[in-house]
């Protein structure tokens, strides 16, 4: 080979050297950052408690301790002092209302609220007349929250 060759295949050699030489101290490709975990999603919202409900309606004369019918009747006398004894259950608490009604026509005879705590409950409702009821047909309508959710027929003999 002759010297005029050589110079431009050592220079092409050097210029490589220098360039390996150069990449060597050069940092390693960038990773990338580790991707971020989305938060988790937000616990669930505990299920709204249950509404309350009407579990029984008793008539009856009388009532226990436990404001609870002694003995169910339909059928009651003149002088007889009438209860209704309404059982109610849920996670929420209610208002009652018993609304007590005589005839074909409705005539109301009263209408008495109690406020229910949540959980099992059992409310006790009279009504009573000093003279003596009027024989004939009677309606109990036991509303939970403004809705009517039972109703009791019984009459005075």
Do not use: K
């Not at 060759?5 to 490589?16: C, D, K, R, S």
């Not at 436990?66 to 059928?75: I, L």
């Not at 229910?116 to 309606?139: E, K, L, M, N, R």
């Amino acid at each position: 080979m002759t010297r005029s060759a050589i110079l431009p295949l050592a220079g092409a050699v050097a210029a490589t050297l220098l360039l390996a030489a150069c990449n060597r101290d050069a940092p390693a490709p960038a990773t990338p950052p580790p991707a971020t975990q989305a938060a988790p999603p937000p616990a669930p919202e505990p299920p709204a408690p249950a509404p309350a409900a009407v579990t029984s309606v008793e008539l009856g004369n009388a009532v226990d301790e436990e404001n609870r019918v002694a003995t169910p009747a339909s059928e009651f006398a003149t002088t007889d002092t009438i209860y209704a004894s309404v059982g109610t259950d849920g996670g929420s608490a209610a208002r009652l209302t018993a609304r007590w009604t005589y005839g074909e026509a409705g005539q109301l005879v009263r209408s008495t609220d109690a406020d229910v705590p949540a959980g099992p409950q059992v409310v006790a409702f009279d009504i009573q007349h000093p003279d003596g009821w009027p024989t004939g047909s009677y309606t109990l309508e036991v509303q939970l929250d403004g809705t009517s959710v039972e109703t009791r027929t019984f009459s005075v003999r």
